[in-house]
């Protein structure tokens, strides 16, 4: 009896070291968990998936079955995305997405003449109860949709032709002689469109203020450069923006941080031949101002393979030769003209562009004037992807549509003109594939046989808008 007696007290002894241990235990565990830069709620503190009821559970194991583990959380707006993804893969929203798509490709409209197809986005955004802001240079439109408070965060579409002919047959082609939509811009309206429609069916759930710009003349250069003149980015805080793009398959994402796409510039240069020298009284033969153009071509070709950084990619190309029309006769002028591009220092290629013409024109008794059409043109800045904001591209696309339909992409020389915004703001540019073998959707932009795969129009208008939409999560 007294051993059973001293045995039952050392039982209890047992029995209470044990609780004891695993409360300090537990104690110890949370206090790891707990990040000092939170201060909300305690499930804040705790990793998705991990419960602050973790160690409790472990405890009750000992004396009864453990209960079914809770399913992991999920993550902050997957719901939303999912719901937004919904919204944009209706069936009526889609016929109305390609309606408007097909609308404006049978209509194309050069750079700031885009008088209807602005007039067709103003209809539809009466449609949908928007709010807007018209005219921003000359046709561009400003909408909102949200609280109307900050944040502000923008998303842009453009909506000129190229004056191309298309030469692909199908229903809704161009109706308009030498003019297309040859670079996807009415399927860049179309996916902001679905866009707003979405947003707008989510205001109430919306943390601020989602600016929706559609903008005039990006082939030309200064539509962008106009938009933020006359208020575009009034008060906006990040900016996004899509392009189509034939090298990647349809409705997948690419994109990367930093440098995207070149800054780009375009030089004239007349070249003249002096006023003929009197040596020894005898006047000299006329300068040939062929060779001293020939001479300047050549010349032009020394500044990227001789001058510029390998590893910093540029380029000076002369892609017109004007002079003379005579077997006989050297023409009194020869125009030369091109283009120029890079990712840094564009002024810096401008200078040495302007130098060696007309100091390679003098050694053949020549002289040139040159243009860069600054006032005109605008010379485009390299368009530069913020880390921050391309990051949240990035998360969007994979929550949205899933990490195999996301990929980085290298930059490549072209230019884009949502590099004015880039520059002004945090900004990410990003693609969005419209290749398709089957339907023969794998023609470059700018190309006559250009030719979009449809079915990517709701996936880019469910990027857009849940680009916007977490963008005001995170930040309002
Ligand atoms: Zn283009
Ligand atoms: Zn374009």
Redesign the pocket.
Known sequence: MKQSSSNYFSLLIILLIIILSFTVCDNITAVQFISPSSSSSSATYFPSGVSNHHHTINITQKTTPPPPRPPPLLKAGAGDLEEILQLATKPKTVDWIKSVRRRIHQNPELAFEEYETSGLIRGELDELEISYKYPLAKTGIRAWVGTGGPPFVALRA?MDALPIQEAGDWEYKSKNDGKMHA???DA?VAMLLGATKILKSREHLLKGTVILLFQPA??KGNGAKKMIADGALQDVEAIFAV??SHQSPSGTIGSRSGPLLAGCGFFRAVISAATPDLVDGRQLRRADTVLAASAAVISLQGIVSREANPLDSQVVSVTLVDGGNQFSIVPEDVVIAGTFRAFSDMQKLLRRIDEVIKEQVKVFRCSATLDFFEKEYTIYPPTMNDDRMHEHVKNVAIDLLGPEKFKIVPPVMGA?DFSFYSEKIPAAFYYIGIKNEELGSIHS??SPHFFIDEDMLPTGAAMHAAIAERYLNEHG
């Open positions: 453009d670079c996807g811009h860049h990006e082939e392009h189509v884009e932009v700018h």
